[in-house]
């Protein structure tokens, strides 16, 4: 089975295109990525497309940069879309039919509001049978967590102070604004423990990449190709509480798991993370479910500085969704994006020095997760 | 007005009863091969072992329960009114449901993980539908010292 490399990754900067199509937003987003691995759309012999909240949007974006009648397949599984499509396009690469793919993923969510479900009642049960907003649905996971293992609304607050000072070194992040303690505290209140500088913010967004097989990747020239590791998802087993309770913990456990064993990598030789910050609360969590630290050590990872910029393993160096934004079905495009540009020693001012291996990590509510582990090549 | 209002309130979710005296309970399908409940009625098989038609009524002994999670909320969708209480709670006998903690200030100081409550039937904050009809749903609410001795 061939090895399979990432020849050309892009994201457009995350923020508000109100004037722009879903289609147009992942058509400048395929055209960096094919700039980037130098080949054109003609190169490209099928697509996965990903997007949550408009249908078809892959052969939409084909109308845009070029349709020459491949196979699209359009895809959504919440907020792990677009590594979804990323995994598609590996399987696809790694079934010997294909040697160039392509995986994108696009969201326009500007205007779109507070997200969250509602349950089967014939009347109205947000604010009756408490709520399924997610702002409030992550917090009683961050609450769960701080029963056993004593976080405070201060810990959790402190993720989010230092994923809002990474994205100060990174233009392509919707926000780049440095939020004390002391603001990120002081913020309006969402769901308790999350205030609004908690809480991811809604935006548009397209990120996309162009895998390649071993013997393509050898042909454009290994120089800034990044090869997949490992490539996992899984999804939730039965739980109790669920889905009263979405469990976002066991799916990035097993997705997590499965990308270790079969990269053969320990979570030790990682140089960098990008993980799953829909909500400060959530990150905590999974540094254990990564296994980045031992149960009952997130907080004192976190507090120590180990996963800030220059620490032992820093996370979310891209300002995470909390600040870079988080429009659904990019989002797991976009934090490969990251991983790779550190990986080609081309993240500028927010670079870990020596990077050679990352870690990518998304969870979609329902539940599903998925975990690539990227090496530069 | 032509419509007259029905005697009873009608359930707001599934799991619960309102019997033709207007009594409301808790009932909740359970597999009966592996335990695992359901809080939706049309089972054909179980999530958790796989069994199939192995659902049977459950009718809980207790209306106890442990608050195992929760969030204050502030700002909702439009038109809630905030603040509440979102809460899981785990029933001593029953599965865990999400509901309103009530009775109890929405400060994370009065709030105690792994406190013990009582699940409530009461009417549904006067949710009607677009007919008219009351509605009765689930609420926690605080045990009370009282209560604790009575027990």
């Known amino acids: 089975m061939s090895d399979v490399y990432i020849a050309g990754i892009d994201m457009i900067k995350f923020g508000r295109y109100p004037d722009k199509t879903p289609a147009l937003l992942g058509a400048e987003a395929v055209l960096g990525a094919l700039d980037d691995a130098g080949l054109t759309i003609k190169d490209v012999q099928s697509v996965y497309s990903g997007c949550v909240f408009n249908t078809m949007n892959g052969q939409k974006i084909l109308q845009q940069v070029g349709a020459f009648g491949i196979p699209v397949t359009n895809l959504s599984n919440a907020c792990a879309t677009g590594a979804t499509a990323v995994r598609d396009a590996w399987m696809a690469i790694r079934t010997g039919d294909y040697d160039v793919v392509l995986a994108v993923g696009v969201e326009q969510m500007t205007g779109m509001g507070m997200l969250g479900g509602s349950r089967a009642s014939p009347i109205p049960t947000e604010g009756l049978m408490g709520s399924a907003s997610m702002p409030a649905t992550f917090a009683e996971a961050g609450m769960e967590y701080a029963a056993k293992h004593g976080a405070t609304f201060e810990n959790f607050a402190n993720v989010a102070v230092k994923n809002h000072h990474h994205s100060t070194l990174n233009p392509k992040a919707m926000l780049q604004k440095e939020t004390p303690l002391e603001m990120v505290m002081g913020a309006e209140m969402i769901a308790y423990p999350n205030t609004k500088f908690m809480c991811s913010i809604n935006v548009d967004g397209a990120a996309a990449a162009i895998l390649v097989s071993e013997r393509k990747a050898r042909e454009l020239g290994l120089g800034r190709a990044v090869r997949i590791r490992a490539s996992a998802l899984a999804s939730d087993p039965w739980q109790d509480r669920n889905p009263q309770m979405p469990d976002i913990n066991s799916a990035t456990r097993l997705s997590a798991q499965k990308a270790y064993e079969m990269s053969g990598i320990d979570p030790a030789d990682l140089d960098l993370v990008e993980l799953h910050d829909c909500f400060a609360t959530a990150e905590l969590l999974h540094y254990e479910n990564l296994q980045l630290c031992s149960e009952g050590e997130a907080v004192r990872m976190l507090e120590d500085g180990e996963t800030t910029m220059g620490g032992r393993i820093p996370v979310n160096l891209s300002g995470g969704l909390l600040s870079k934004g988080h429009p659904i079905a990019a989002t797991g495009v976009a934090n490969l994006y990251e991983i790779c540009t550190h990986l080609r020693g081309e993240a500028g001012q927010r670079q870990q020095p020596g990077a050679k291996i990352g870690l990518a990590h998304v969870v979609g509510l329902g539940t599903c997760s998925a975990v690539h582990i990227l090496e530069k090549a | ?151």
Do not use: W
């Open chain 2, 1 to 151: 007005m032509t419509e007259t209002e029905p005697a009873h309130p009608l359930p707001a979710t599934p799991f619960i009863k309102v019997e033709q005296t207007g009594a409301a309970h808790l009932e909740f399908p359970r597999c009966t091969v592996c335990g695992a409940f359901s809080l939706e009625t049309n089972r054909i098989a179980c999530g958790k072992c796989g069994a199939r038609d192995s659902f049977s009524l459950h009718h809980p002994a207790t209306m106890r329960g442990i608050l195992h999670s929760y969030s204050i909320v502030h700002r909702s969708f439009p038109d809630v009114a905030v603040p509440f209480i979102s809460a899981i709670v785990d029933m001593d006998d029953g599965p865990s449901l999400k509901g309103n903690l009530r009775g109890i200030a929405p400060d994370p100081g009065s709030i105690s993980l792994g406190m013990a409550v009582n699940v409530v039937l009461d009417d549904a904050l006067n949710r009607k539908d677009d007919q008219g009809n009351h509605y009765v749903s689930h609420f926690f609410e605080p045990v009370t010292a009282t209560q604790e001795l009575e027990t």
